[in-house]
């Protein structure tokens, strides 16, 4: 009896030994797998590192790439910066003109109404179409016939105030949200597609010639002339409210930048020299690179799998359709380490590219709540990951934290290499010139975080001093009224000038 009650206490004893070493055991593999993701984490961060040196050096890179891009013709897709005749009589216009935006998340038509000098916009609407996905990488043909029965179905709803005088041909002003070399002769053809689409034939093609024949299919009596990129609208659309606007940056799909520069320091212009002695130039920066930027293996990853491969590469890292993806790419590369600290079965939901949104990425770094309950609903709803502790929540966190950091950074970076290459980088003696930002897209506009990071970093790389003289507008849907405005500016009825 005893024996046994001292073999049972032995085997008691073995089994609490044997439990003890499982749960120390498990413990370990648990902190060592917590050990494994921090290092992933510390591990991104450094590579993501933006100090004042680099960014310096990146905004130098950019103000080389400007020069080269105004001096040579063509040549790199990057250097294609293009000018256009700045639009100072654009206050002067009359009239109803429309204005279409191809290119981003959605399709958008505007109906705006102009009240001629003083009398600034009496009224806009628009109505907005997403593209079906299937339309985004098909046919040009297909493409331009959904466009244009949109636009038809929009115009069929003008009110009769807005009618045409009889004989008088509605105009638009198109607005191109990807690359193109987009110029006011009522042509231009898309050089690169971007942000998802993805349409061999119309590369290369005249867009508007291709939109004007899809809307004569659609018995659509309007005439398309002005076709005009994105960041100029912006920066059309800007300039109307205030003549201070000397940049216009886009954050939202995609991203974009366009400023005014001299017509005396732009080489490769061979065209008539407007009266302001000023131009705007389309910067196309989603496509500038530099070997200073901080790419890590996650973004040569996405890259590589994109549709564009070793194009856009600013934009990769800078814009809403990709910080989500990249965010996506780092926790994959966390799960794959360490599934078990995720409570995860399989990788599965964590697998599928963009399913991690940018603005879900923006929804958990926005979130304040003490035990960090969004971060944990979308990483339920959206990855499948549920029960999250507290501490891979805050991990989580810090990730979409560099991610947005990192970008919010470089675009603080490229908009410091305009304002060296306009020579407003260093204060002047009696004061420094007003330089007003105009800001536009859904990134800049949603993504708090993003945004604050963005003008605080420029300011900090500027200096007290000249930081005063910066000033960030958002000019909300600036790019679709802009082009309207660049239409009307264009308008072949210029006897409509007030
Ligand atoms: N709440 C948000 N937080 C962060 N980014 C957002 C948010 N809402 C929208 N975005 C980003 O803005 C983009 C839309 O920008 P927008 O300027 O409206 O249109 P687009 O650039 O597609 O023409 C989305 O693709 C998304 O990446």
Redesign the pocket.
Known sequence: MKKVTVGAAVVGAAAVCAVAALIVNHRMRKSSKWGRAMAILREFEEKCKTQDAKLKQVADAMTVEMHAGLASEGGQSSRCLSPMSIISQLVMKLGVFYAL?L????F?VLRVQLGGKDGGIIHQEFAEASIPPSLMVGTSDALFDYIAAELAKFVAAEEEKFHQPPGKQRELGFHL?IPSNADFNNSGTIMRWT?GFSIDDAVGQDVVGELTKAMKEKVLDMRVSALVN?TVGTLAGGKYTQKDVAVAV?????TNAAYVERVQAIPKWHGPVPKSGEMVINMEWGNFRSSHLPLTEYDHALDNESLNPAEQIFEKMT???Y??EILRRVLTRVAEEVLAFLAMRSLQSLKDSFVL???D???MHHDTSPDLKVVGEKLKDILEISNTSLKTRKLVLSLCNIVATRGARLDAAGVLGILKKMGRDTPKQGGSERTVIAM????Y???TE?RMCLENSLKDLLGEELATSIVFVHSNDGSGIGAALLRASHSMYLEDQA
């Open positions: 935006d290119g981003g998340t959605n958008r949200l942000k994105d886009i954050l939202g799909t995609g814009s809403g359709m910080l989500g949104r940018t603005p990425m923006s929804a536009d897209g859904g990134l506009e949603h993504y993003y």
